[in-house]
């Protein structure tokens, strides 16, 4: 599977912004697809995920409420539509899929194939 992330940007506190990754290659339908992002100096960590099967979803706490994951089967696509934007979402976004149980969707390590990076700023 391949994949790749765009849709990030420049934006004011309180904007919004719809970050995309698209899926191709072997079917897919067994993955879950999750959401990370990476600020300078600091470790990668979860946003959110969800099962293409099913569409199960999870979230970190930090962007609950705020921030939404959806897919289009027909496109292979999955959105993250991230609103109400703070400056400590500032972060290099990812995608990237995998076969774990959703007791692990947050652990980073476990996710075995990753999309290239699509930077998100927003400013105060």
């Known amino acids: 599977v391949q994949l790749q992330a765009s849709g990030g940007g420049l934006v004011q506190s309180g904007g919004s912004l719809r970050l995309s990754c698209t899926a191709s290659?072997?079917?897919?339908?067994?993955?879950?697809l999750g959401w990370f992002r990476q600020a300078p100096g600091k470790e990668r960590e979860f946003v959110s995920a969800i099962r293409w099967s099913g569409g199960t979803t999870r979230y970190a706490d930090s962007v609950k409420g705020r921030f939404t994951i959806s897919k289009d089967t027909a496109k292979n696509t999955v959105f993250l539509q991230m609103n109400s934007l703070k400056p400590e979402d500032t972060a290099v976004y990812y995608c990237?899929?995998?076969?774990?149980?959703?007791?692990?969707?947050?652990?980073?390590?476990?996710?075995?194939?990753w999309g290239q990076g699509t930077l998100v700023t927003v400013s105060s």
């Open positions: 990237a899929t995998t076969r774990i149980v959703w007791s692990e969707w947050t652990n980073h390590k476990q996710y075995n194939n």
């Open positions: 290659g072997p079917s897919f339908s067994s993955y879950t």
